[in-house]
């Protein structure tokens, strides 16, 4: 957190709210991104990781997140709204990723019969 602060602090935000912009405030194209994601991943990661497909995209990161969220317990439409997607492509995509939930969900569903 210190550091997304400190690159707050220092550079701000685009108008729109966007952390990483060009110089004149534009877009960052997807190629850009891909090349500083191969390079970060050079930095942060061993030779090994940096070899398999861990984070091999930027998008696995985001996937990662909701995957998360949807473990925690965050309700799948708020997770949907929070990553952008349509709860749709929510249930369809991250559905597999949901693990150990019967007994979370039976414990519900019995409280509420109770």
């Known amino acids: 957190m210190k550091i997304l602060r400190t690159q707050l602090e220092t550079y701000g935000t685009a108008e729109?709210?966007?952390l990483f912009r060009t110089r004149t405030d534009g877009v960052i194209s997807g190629?850009?991104?891909a090349k500083i994601w191969e390079q970060a991943r050079s930095y942060a990661f061993t030779p090994e990781q940096v070899a398999s497909p861990?984070?091999?995209r930027p998008y696995d990161l985001r996937h990662a997140a909701v995957s998360l969220w949807l473990n925690a317990g965050v309700h799948a439409p708020e997770a949907a709204e929070r990553a952008g997607h349509g709860i749709d492509v929510m249930l369809r995509v991250y559905a597999k990723c949901i693990?150990?939930?019967r007994e979370i969900a039976n414990r519900r569903i019995e409280d509420a019969l109770s």
């Open 31 to 33: 190629s850009a991104y």
């Open 54 to 56: 861990l984070a091999a």
């Open 16 to 18: 729109d709210g966007r």
């Open 99 to 101: 693990d150990g939930q």
